[in-house]
């Protein structure tokens, strides 16, 4: 039997034993497997450490490197994701929107799982955990393709976490890692259709442009991050440039991080020479029109290209407008549907930023960086949705669930 099809049959069968499994016994294989994670982290900081050799070796840039190491804070998190979804609400069983009907019939909604989910990622293994920790918790089973630059990682973290389900009578196909790394084993996963009812992908532009152009399986989107913050006319200008420095530095390599500043042209002057110190501490370079250059002179001029380009390094691009209608303008025209936030005192534009901008999570006065599962309190996420179909943005529990409806009667007939 071919190994991907092997793989699919497993995966329906364990979705089988999850689809009705109760929520005590899901919360004890969770804490288990957090536990198995931290007890394992020699074993996978080994693993980890030659995939970051391999990745060094291929001239992988520093963002990338970033989002590749595991290190024992990382592993710590990890399980603590898993432990924060054990301590979640079940959504699985919700019962939403019972109605009587005037013949009698009383009809409802009822959350239930998707069933088997695939999850193509790069190279990232806290996806491991967290893609196992919230499909186990809402029901579905999962099937990972991670990225070849973290195979050794990914195989690490799922024999953890497999060994945590056997331990708990479970299967171990909740959670399968796809060992293959040639691009007709992916190819050929994108159109499991038979086993898989939902694809997500995770990762750069081209990855997921591939997923949704080939895949015969429904695709949740989760884009790429081309990121803004808008420093408006009322703005703050200190706490500007602090939530700027967080969002750009904090970590380069993550989707959430700021990729192009938009500034009123009222503050510029004062504005870019203050951003430009406060980055200079980690040597960000600065792409900016003529205004931004004329303001500050280590800026340099950005071209067409900048304005929608998601860097994941320290660079950053600056574009200068005359009011706020022209900054909603520039953000709705060169973002990725992401994370958008205006730094204002001003209350009507601070009201108009969050009408107008059109992306999944929109900020007044803080950093795009809290776009995050964790820090929106679901534990972990599946990924930032930045569709507008079932999810958008941090996609946790309740976004790996569908609803059927559920009608109680007495006799009736259609008449």
Same mark, same amino acid.
């Given at each position: 039997?071919?190994?991907?099809?092997?793989?699919?049959?497993?995966?329906?069968?364990?979705?089988?034993?999850?689809?009705?499994?109760?929520?005590?016994?899901?919360?004890?294989?969770?804490?288990?497997?957090?536990?198995?994670?931290?007890?394992?982290?020699?074993?996978?900081?080994?693993?980890?450490?030659?995939?970051?050799?391999?990745?060094?070796?291929?001239?992988?840039?520093?963002?990338?490197?970033?989002?590749?190491?595991?290190?024992?804070?990382?592993?710590?998190?990890?399980?603590?994701?898993?432990?924060?979804?054990?301590?979640?609400?079940?959504?699985?069983?919700?019962?939403?929107?019972?109605?009587?009907?005037?013949?009698?019939?009383?009809?409802?909604?009822?959350?239930?799982?998707?069933?088997?989910?695939?999850?193509?990622?790069?190279?990232?293994?806290?996806?491991?955990?967290?893609?196992?920790?919230?499909?186990?918790?809402?029901?579905?089973?999962?099937?990972?393709?991670?990225?070849?630059?973290?195979?050794?990682? =990914?195989?690490?973290?799922?024999?953890? $976490?497999?060994? /945590?389900? &056997? +331990?708990?009578? @479970? %299967?171990? *196909? #909740?959670?399968? !890692?796809?060992?293959?790394?040639?691009?007709?084993?992916?190819?050929?996963?994108?159109?499991?259709?038979?086993?898989?009812?939902?694809?997500?992908?995770?990762?750069?532009?081209?990855?997921?442009?591939?997923?949704?152009?080939?895949?015969?399986?429904?695709?949740?989107?989760?884009?790429?991050?081309?990121?803004?913050?808008?420093?408006?006319?009322?703005?703050?200008?200190?706490?500007?440039?602090?939530?700027?420095?967080?969002?750009?530095?904090?970590?380069?390599?993550?989707? =959430?991080?700021?990729?192009?500043?938009? $500034?009123?042209? /009222?503050? &510029? +002057?004062?504005? @870019? %020479?203050? *951003? #430009?110190?406060? !980055?200079?501490?980690?040597?960000?370079?600065?792409?900016?029109?003529?205004?931004?250059?004329?303001?500050?002179?280590?800026?340099?001029?950005?071209?067409?290209?900048?304005?929608?380009?998601?860097?994941?390094?320290?660079?950053?691009?600056?574009?200068?407008?005359?009011?706020?209608?022209?900054?909603?303008?520039?953000?709705?025209?060169?973002?990725?549907?992401?994370?958008?936030?205006?730094?204002?005192?001003?209350?009507?534009?601070?009201?108009?930023?969050?009408?107008?901008?059109?992306?999944?999570?929109?900020?007044?006065?803080?950093?795009?960086?809290?776009?995050?599962?964790?820090?929106?309190?679901?534990?972990?996420?599946?990924?930032?949705?930045?569709?507008?179909?079932?999810?958008?943005?941090?996609?946790?529990?309740?976004?790996?669930?569908?609803?059927?409806?559920?009608?109680?009667?007495?006799?009736?007939?259609?008449?």
């Amino acid at each position: 039997m071919e190994y991907l099809e092997q793989i699919g049959i497993q995966a329906k069968e364990a979705e089988a034993v999850l689809r009705t499994l109760g929520s005590e016994h899901k919360n004890l294989a969770l804490r288990k497997a957090a536990e198995y994670l931290v007890k394992a982290e020699s074993t996978l900081l080994e693993a980890n450490q030659k995939d970051m050799d391999m990745a060094r070796e291929k001239g992988m840039a520093q963002g990338l490197l970033d989002r590749l190491a595991l290190t024992g804070d990382r592993i710590r998190s990890m399980a603590d994701g898993l432990l924060q979804v054990a301590a979640a609400d079940d959504p699985v069983g919700e019962i939403l929107n019972m109605k009587k009907r005037p013949n009698g019939l009383m009809i409802g909604q009822k959350r239930v799982p998707l069933g088997v989910i695939g999850i193509i990622y790069e190279a990232r293994p806290n996806v491991t955990a967290d893609a196992f920790g919230l499909c186990f918790k809402s029901g579905n089973a999962v099937i990972l393709k991670g990225g070849s630059d973290a195979l050794h990682s =990914n195989e690490a973290i799922v024999a953890a $976490v497999q060994r /945590a389900l &056997a +331990d708990c009578g @479970l %299967p171990e *196909a #909740a959670v399968q !890692l796809i060992a293959g790394q040639d691009r007709q084993v992916t190819a050929r996963f994108m159109k499991m259709n038979d086993y898989v009812d939902v694809l997500i992908p995770r990762g750069g532009a081209g990855l997921i442009r591939s997923v949704v152009r080939e895949s015969t399986i429904p695709v949740i989107e989760t884009g790429t991050g081309n990121c803004h913050i808008y420093v408006d006319a009322s703005a703050d200008l200190e706490m500007a440039a602090e939530i700027l420095y967080n969002a750009k530095t904090q970590r380069i390599g993550v989707c =959430n991080a700021c990729e192009s500043l938009v $500034v009123h042209e /009222a503050v &510029a +002057d004062v504005f @870019l %020479p203050m *951003a #430009a110190a406060r !980055l200079g501490d980690k040597k960000v370079e600065l792409r900016g029109d003529d205004k931004a250059m004329a303001a500050e002179p280590s800026i340099v001029a950005a071209g067409e290209e900048d304005w929608g380009r998601e860097y994941l390094d320290y660079i950053l691009s600056i574009k200068t407008v005359r009011n706020i209608g022209e900054a909603i303008a520039h953000i709705n025209r060169y973002n990725t549907g992401h994370s958008e936030a205006i730094i204002t005192r001003d209350y009507a534009n601070a009201q108009r930023f969050l009408d107008e901008v059109d992306a999944a999570a929109v900020y007044v006065n803080a950093s795009t960086r809290f776009t995050d599962g964790g820090e929106f309190g679901f534990g972990a996420e599946i990924g930032i949705s930045t569709q507008k179909l079932h999810a958008r943005g941090p996609m946790g529990l309740k976004e790996l669930t569908s609803m059927k409806y559920i009608i109680y009667g007495n006799g009736q007939v259609r008449p």
